[in-house]
């Protein structure tokens, strides 16, 4: 069974400042990883996915994840985050069948 | 343009007067996804439609139907709406083809957000 653990349900962060969204998974097989944003009254939008090869995943909007198989993770970064990154964050996890979505991170930038 | 779309994006209904929810997409995709959303929680599968073939999953509530009539649409079924059942409904789409293989992404319309009065 595939499953997500985002850690952290809110994140306040300034603007300008470095930002690390967490996300932990357990799966018996190979797994896919997603990570997706959510505007308020939105769809989810794709923000990147690590399906093989480099463990660092470069997504939209100057974000970044990085596979960990060791530690299970897909935590993912940006360097410098802008007011308009207010939304919220989840990590996704994808068995070929169907998606396994985290139960999200907020992330607030405060001016 | 708009890939998913659905229809409408905010719907209020009666408690027990069912209801339905309308999803198109211009992607030719063969799988359609719907997924629950309730405030401040993950998204929940509720079943989806590999081509014409139907899959429900296991804790989905037979209040739930779907239909896919073709490729392009799926509605949502709600037949006696609760006030637990007020949520933001997600469709969803992905391609699942051997040339694909399975390096699959699912594309969301915008939701329709249902409140139960």
Known sequence: ?111 | DAMVIQNPRYQVTQFGKPVTLSCSQTLNHNVMYWYQQKSSQAPKLLFHYYDKDFNNEADTPDNFQSRRPNTSFCFLDIRSPGLGDAAMYLCATSTRTIAAGPWFEAFFGQGTRLTVV
Do not use: M
């Open chain 1, 1 to 111: 069974a595939q499953s997500v653990t985002q850690l952290d349900s809110q994140v306040p962060v300034f603007e300008e400042a470095p930002v690390e969204l967490r996300c932990n998974y357990s799966s018996s097989v190979s797994v896919y990883l997603f990570w997706y944003v959510q505007y308020p009254n939105q769809g989810l939008q794709l923000l990147l996915k690590y399906l093989s090869g480099s463990t660092l995943v470069k997504g939209i909007n100057g974000f970044e994840a990085e596979f960990n198989k060791s530690q299970t993770s897909f935590h993912l970064r940006k360097p410098s985050v802008h007011i308009s990154d207010t939304a919220e964050y989840f990590c996704a996890v994808s068995n070929f069948n169907k998606f396994y979505f985290g139960s999200g991170t907020k992330l607030n930038v405060k001016p």
